[in-house]
């Protein structure tokens, strides 16, 4: 286990910005303690100090997961969030997409979702913006990227594409082997 | 009366321990063979086959059998014992008795490719010789020590010192250290045509350790953050097309419904759509034209045809 270096520091940033902007600051400085990014086995983990100290303790052959596992950098130096850092966008998502209760059970299968199951989108979205999923009910389904931006949203047909699916909760059955 | 009662207990007592002795004491005219590790004992003696044919076979074959266990198991005691649990247990020694395979033998496998390709190529295995100290070597070292010691400088270490066969490891260390010894550090220096660049070369990566500084860490986030919001343009461009796309369509939407209102007051909800929205707004049109009812004139004629 062992910090970020700043060029990965960077990458994950600005990852993370593209779904809650500038609302990062809030995950960095918290008011209620002091909580920290570390790497292990390419694994970004976001834990509180007092969980990180109790952490040290445990040997890196045998530690499999700390605190909320954020993502993870590829072989490439890329960095992918999961679905285990929903809790902590969800709050923060500057570009929401609700989907309509019938269209639920696709995204959550891992299918995009398309503009007939689209109920509303956040005024301003870009075209290719990180987005939070929600259902209507405003329970947080998962991420996404907008495949179009909201003014094309209202003109296209029924059945093409309007956010590309990225991680969604159904994950945590699906792949549950892999997730840390 | 004592006396002879004294010499009959002495003779029983004597045959009493004859007859037990009798019980386990078997005469044979050729002793057996053991092989105690196995619990084998072989007989080698003849079978009188008159004494087998008077007697029921049976009955014969089956004192045999009792004399020879009894001198097997005779064979077993003289052996060391030990106690195991309330169980005197007899330590067997190595069988003798060799026995056939349990298994078939192993097969040959299937040679290797590296295998083929020896032989192919007629390659032996060549032993490395361990490392002699070399004569040529000791003197070219003491030599540089010398002049080292004369300059005040130190031996240079990294594969320099020269040696009368050079290995390519050595080789291969000469040539890095050769080519990094420039002004800057061989960062410049050009390669050989089929030479690939040293990847593994260069220092440690040192991190931060893991409980560190913490508010420092936080800071230096911070900065970072402050760093990256700067760098992105402050005008979205993206942003602002779609701003002003919005824009115009609702000016298009204000004039149509001002238009609208005066002809025949059946101005539904237009949603944003003039006929810049082109072939592209069939869905949120129908559901304008809907709010409508029957279409007015110049305009019903405009929207399901042409759109």
Redesign the interface.
């Known amino acids: 286990m062992r910090p970020l270096t700043d060029d990965e520091t960077k990458t994950m940033f600005e990852k993370l910005s593209k779904y809650i902007g500038e609302n990062i600051k809030h995950l960095v400085d918290r008011p209620d303690g002091t909580y920290c990014f570390r790497l292990h086995n390419d694994r970004v983990y976001y834990i509180s100090e007092t969980i990180l100290k109790l952490a040290t303790n445990i040997s890196r052959d045998k530690l499999v997961s700390v605190g909320t596992c954020f993502g993870k950098f590829t072989k490439t130096i890329k960095f992918r969030l999961h679905i285990t850092a929903l809790d902590f966008l969800a709050p923060y998502a500057k570009f929401k997409v609700w989907v309509k209760p019938g269209q639920e059970q696709s995204f959550l299968y891992g299918n995009h979702v398309l503009k007939s199951g689209l109920g509303r989108i956040t005024e301003n979205t870009n075209q290719y913006q990180g987005v939070v999923v929600y259902s209507m009910a405003d329970v947080p389904l998962g991420f996404g990227v907008a495949a179009k931006s909201t003014q094309e949203c209202r003109r296209v047909d029924p059945l093409s594409i309007v956010v590309f699916h990225q991680a969604d909760i159904g994950e945590f059955i699906r792949s549950e082997d892999t997730l840390t | 009366m004592a006396a002879c009662s004294i010499e009959d207990l002495l003779a029983k007592a004597e045959q009493d321990e004859a007859e037990k002795l009798k019980s386990i004491t078997v005469q044979k005219e050729l002793d057996l063979e053991f092989d105690i590790g196995n619990l084998v004992a072989y007989d080698k003696n003849r079978i009188d086959i008159r004494q087998f044919r008077e007697q029921k076979k049976e009955d014969f074959l089956r004192s045999l059998a009792r004399d020879n266990t009894q001198l097997l198991v005779n064979e077993i005691w003289k052996h060391p014992t030990e106690r195991v649990e309330e169980v005197i247990v007899v330590k067997l020694p190595e069988p003798t008795t060799p026995l056939p395979r349990e298994k078939p033998p192993p097969k040959p496998r299937p040679p290797t490719k590296w295998e083929e390709f020896a032989k192919l190529k007629g390659i032996q295995k060549k032993k490395k010789t361990n490392l002699v100290w070399d004569d040529v070597a000791k003197n070219e070292l003491h030599r540089l020590r010398n002049i080292a010691r004369a300059q005040k400088i130190k031996v240079p270490g990294v594969g320099l010192t020269p040696t009368a066969q050079q290995s390519k490891t050595d080789l291969a260390r000469a040539v890095n250290v050769a080519k990094s010894s420039t002004a800057s550090a061989g960062k410049f220096q050009d390669r050989l045509p089929k030479e690939k660049a040293p990847r593994n070369t260069g220092k440690k990566r040192k991190?931060?350790?893991?409980?560190?500084n913490?508010s420092n860490?936080?800071q230096?986030?911070?900065d970072?953050?402050k760093v990256?919001?700067s760098k992105k343009p402050r005008l979205?461009v993206?942003?602002a097309v779609?701003?002003q796309?919005?824009e115009d369509d609702r000016e298009e939407s204000a004039a149509k419904f001002k238009k609208g209102g005066k002809k025949g007051r059946k101005g539904g909800n237009f949603s944003?759509k003039g006929k810049g929205?082109g072939g592209?707004?069939?869905?949120?049109g129908r559901a304008g034209g809907k709010g409508q009812g029957p279409p007015s004139g110049k305009k019903g004629a405009g929207k399901p045809g042409k759109r």
Request: charged residues 35%; aromatic residues 6%.
């Open positions: 991190f931060q350790p893991v409980i560190g913490f860490e936080k230096r986030q911070l970072l953050l990256l919001d979205d993206n942003k779609n701003k796309m919005r944003g929205g592209k707004g069939k869905g949120k």
